[in-house]
């Protein structure tokens, strides 16, 4: 499983890349391979307020459908509408042109409730 | 769990196993939407052997089956099957079988997974003495080969022809030494052939069909794609668009119901429901919002939900999602707006006509 050691995970699958108060949310390789092929991406209005643990969207396969809960509180201040019409892109590339929205940061000390990527591997061993 | 015999095989290919119908399945090897696609454009092989095979043999089976089943058998000729129902005195649909005519003393019925037990029981019971009815239970496995490069493929395979056979009719021939049925049946709206073959050489007849169809683009197949490929060509599945509950007016399998042929268990209760105008009707349904309808979802075209989804899944085809639902007839209107419910939303569908997708050629 491809984890980068340079993200922050949540237990409800998201990644998290963080400069200065700046969040990037995407979901993990576990997370879109649990899934398969991803067929529909619904994702936020920039501009909208999300709390930690609040679902911002959705994303949906032949499987499932699964809601993207926001690891961090904050407003969304970019969302990647490419994806709308390739959400093939979370599948084949998720930690990086996958990202799904950039959030503005509130209270950066929600981000000490995540997990380290060897944590987050060690999660999945036990879930999975 | 029970495991087929090509288990073995589908962990070798890395699928994703499932558990169906008490069974260990694959449910993808490389993805639903690839292995759907793959069905489509070239050819897949699906492992099917946890369908159920029912033999039912003696001098009296064909009649006393033909007094269980929707469809005449007595005019079955050898070599040929036939898509029959099996109904309850209610005219409920107990199962949807595959009646195979092998002798003039012998009959395979391929029922679903999770019914051949019932089935054989129900058969059984009701079956004149001296007709035996064995559930041919981790004897034979059932491999389906579909596609429009099926035939093809089957037959740079084996080295025989499967042309000239013409849909639901089989012929037998030898691998290894061992007897193998090959029909030119399946249910994935396209051509194709389905074998049925002792355990011991499924192994080597799976892997001579998917070398066969390596440079033709056939690849393994799970159920995934299966219920992908079996809902765009608008065929029903026990359990979701047909049960005990539902009858074959409602379901639109009136064309598998032969009343003329005599009695059989259900015909009152089907001349019944014929009489009175259906309370709902099974129709296709095409979302114009990017959601998937799942089972249980509320369906309505008015403000009242009125009806309900019973299969839903994304067409890749289409690039669309559908479903099943069942509906009432005033509703089940051809390009009707309609709206399904998912996660508490009410999403923007169309009614539409079955199949959704029709084989071409």
């Known amino acids: 499983m491809n984890l980068p050691a340079d993200a922050k995970y949540s237990k409800s699958h998201e990644w998290v890349r963080v400069e200065g108060d700046l969040a990037t949310v995407g979901i993990t390789d576990y997370a879109q391979a649990q899934l398969g092929e991803v067929v529909y991406i619904e994702l936020p209005q920039t501009g909208r307020l999300v709390h930690q643990d609040e679902s911002f969207g959705s994303v949906e396969s032949v499987k499932a459908v699964s809601d993207l809960i926001s690891p961090v509180s904050g407003e969304i201040v970019e969302v990647n509408e490419e994806l709308v019409d390739s959400p093939e892109t979370v599948n084949e590339d998720p930690y990086t042109a996958g990202w799904m929205v950039i959030i503005r940061m509130d209270e950066p000390g929600e981000l000490n409730d995540l997990l380290s990527a060897e944590e987050y591997q060690a999660f999945t061993e036990e879930e999975g | ?181 090959t029909s030119r049946t399946g249910y994935t709206g396209e051509d194709g052939l389905e074998f049925f073959c002792p355990v011991g050489i499924a192994e080597t007849l799976w892997r001579r069909l998917l070398e066969a169809g390596h440079g033709a683009g056939v690849v393994p197949c799970g159920l995934g794609a299966r219920d992908v490929l079996r809902i765009e060509a608008g065929n029903v599945l026990y359990g979701h668009e047909i049960n005990e509950d539902t009858g074959p007016v409602e379901a639109n399998l009136m064309w598998a119901v032969d009343l003329a042929k005599g009695d059989f268990i259900g015909r009152e209760a089907v001349l019944n429901a014929c009489a009175v105008p259906p309370a709902r009707c099974l129709v296709g349904l095409a979302m114009e919002e990017r959601a998937i309808p799942r089972q249980g979802a509320p369906v309505g075209t008015d403000d009242a939900p009125t009806g309900v989804v019973t299969s839903g899944t994304f067409s890749p085809t289409l690039n669309q999602a559908i479903a099943l639902a069942y509906l009432p007839p005033a509703e089940a209107v051809p390009d009707r707006p309609a709206w399904i419910e998912l996660r508490g939303r009410r999403r923007q569908a169309r009614v539409t006509a079955l199949p959704f997708i029709r084989r071409h050629g």
């Open chain 2, 1 to 181: 769990m029970m495991r087929t015999v090509l288990n073995g095989e589908h962990r070798r290919l890395g699928a994703t196993l499932v558990e169906f119908a008490g069974w260990e399945m694959p449910l993808s090897y490389t993805g639903i939407v690839a292995e759907a696609l793959a069905v489509r454009q070239a050819a897949g092989l699906f492992d099917v052997s946890h369908m159920g095979v029912i033999e039912v043999r003696g001098a009296s089976a064909r009649l006393d089956l033909e007094r269980l089943v929707t469809r005449a058998l007595h005019d079955l000729p050898e070599g040929r099957a036939r898509y029959a129902l099996l109904l309850n005195s209610r005219g409920g649909i107990l199962d949807d079988l595959f009646v195979y005519s092998l002798a003039p003393d012998c009959l395979w019925v391929v029922a679903n997974a999770a019914n051949a037990e019932r089935d054989c029981r129900w058969i059984a019971e009701r079956v004149n003495e001296g007709v035996q009815v064995t559930w041919r239970l981790g004897e034979i496995a059932i491999l389906a080969l579909q596609g429009p490069r099926a035939v093809a493929v089957a037959t740079a395979a084996t080295g025989l022809e499967f042309a000239p056979l013409r849909r639901f009719g089989f012929l037998r021939w030898s691998l290894e030494g061992q007897e193998v049925l």
